[in-house]
């Protein structure tokens, strides 16, 4: 059982950034591969970005460029630094691991969560 918690959420003006951390109770091979993902109000959870046991990463189109995934394996926490944030960016923000069906930035197949933490963009 792998238990997450997600943290650094906050608000924002446009423009500004926020690094978001999840540490992850244990480090074995379910937490080789973790996500990000994100709910805004009324819309359906989004993958943000992903990354792989060998370091392999994938960002949504939407904040490529502005948003870094990163793993500590030391430290079993995984981070998502977010710059030139944006008010669409605003909502709840999830990380997840153990894929089963791949790594990918669909939200169908990870089988450990994270409570959230939430963002708010204002303009």
């Known amino acids: 059982q792998v238990k997450l918690m997600e943290s650094g959420g906050g608000s924002v003006q446009a423009g500004g950034s926020l690094r978001l951390s999840c540490a992850a109770s244990v480090n074995n091979p379910s937490t080789d591969s973790m996500g990000w993902f994100r709910q805004a109000p009324g819309k359906q959870r989004e993958g943000v970005a992903i990354i792989n046991f060998n370091g392999y990463t994938n960002y949504a189109d939407s904040v490529k460029g502005r948003f870094t995934i990163s793993k500590d394996n030391t430290k079993n926490t995984l981070f998502l630094q977010m710059n030139s944030l944006k008010p669409e960016d605003t909502g709840m923000y999830y990380c997840?691991?153990?894929?089963?069906?791949?790594?990918?930035?669909?939200?169908?197949?990870?089988?450990?969560w994270g409570q959230g933490t939430q963002v708010t963009v204002s303009s």
């Open positions: 997840a691991a153990d894929p089963i069906y791949g790594v990918t930035l669909t939200d169908y197949g990870w089988t450990y």
